[in-house]
């Protein structure tokens, strides 16, 4: 999907930086990205490590606060908000999907899920409805009642995905979703986020070191040094053939590899 004036944008980021340490020691690790994402996107951001990729989430996901530059989510500028508004904004607007799940251990999947919009003033019968809606489409209804200790770590990270996506946010932001997945798991949670993506509409960008994972994107950003280096766009390619398309580009930038799709 190339990006186009049909579809409205979601995430304008305008010359961000981010800078670590002190005058003496500075260390930039973002060095004026400009980045558009459109609604009913699923971005994929690589690069080698170093590269900022981690940074330029946590940056974008309200998770931190750029040094420089503009970041407009629903064109509303996020770098701008104060701790509160933000704190807000986060809940209401954006969905997480982390690598380690993050989930509460003494919460059931179904209390775990339900957590952001727990605080709302939803009527129960269309809580009830979109927690249906939700686990139906991640195959995991059938866990509400059960613990996090209780169930597989593609489940957990499947409850992650439920969670992120019950209060139907603007957009998920999902940070090595698959890291620590086995193949069967990952790839069933990478086809469950496309089909989310295509079928719901949801705009997910996420960072990821694997080629495999990208390849399910319609779009990849690769960074290098902190600037984005280059962009591939899927378009009406299989995965395997966008796979192969990542998997060239990679090469010139370094980083890890894997052998087949």
């Given amino acids: ?25 500075v260390q930039q690790v ?22 900022g990729k ?11 606060r750029p040094t420089e530059g503009s970041i407009l989510i629903q064109n509303v500028d996020i770098a701008k908000m104060k701790d509160a508004e933000l704190s807000l904004f986060r809940r209401d607007k954006l969905g997480f999907i982390f690598q380690d799940y993050n989930l509460l251990d003494t919460l059931t999947v179904k209390e775990n899920i339900l957590l952001p919009i727990s605080l709302g003033k939803i009527k129960k019968k269309d809580v ?22 209780e169930i597989s770590g593609g489940q957990k990270q499947r409850t992650s995905a439920g969670r992120a996506l019950i209060h139907k946010p603007s957009m998920v932001f999902a940070d090595e979703p698959t890291g620590a997945l086995d193949s069967k798991s990952a790839s069933d949670l990478l086809g469950t986020m496309e089909d989310i993506n295509k079928k719901q509409g949801v705009t997910i960008m996420m960072v990821t070191h694997d080629p495999v994972a990208s390849s399910y994107c319609n779009r990849v950003v690769f960074l290098k040094d902190g600037t984005i280096y280059s962009e591939l766009y899927r378009g009406d390619k299989t995965r395997q053939a966008f796979f192969k398309d990542i998997l060239n580009v990679q090469a010139v930038l370094g980083g890890d590899n894997v052998d087949a799709i």
């Fill in 128 to 149: 009830e409805q979109q927690f249906h809606t939700i686990t139906s489409i991640l195959g995991i209804e059938e866990l509400a009642h059960k613990y996090p200790h």
């Fill in 30 to 51: 973002l060095k004026g990205i400009n980045l558009r994402v459109l609604e009913g996107e699923f971005v994929g951001i690589m690069g080698p490590s170093g590269s």
């Fill in 1 to 25: 999907m190339n990006q186009s004036t049909t579809q409205s944008t979601v995430l304008h980021a305008q010359n961000v930086r981010k800078s670590y340490g002190t005058r003496s020691n």
């Fill in 54 to 64: 981690t940074t330029l989430l946590n940056v974008l996901a309200t998770i931190d």
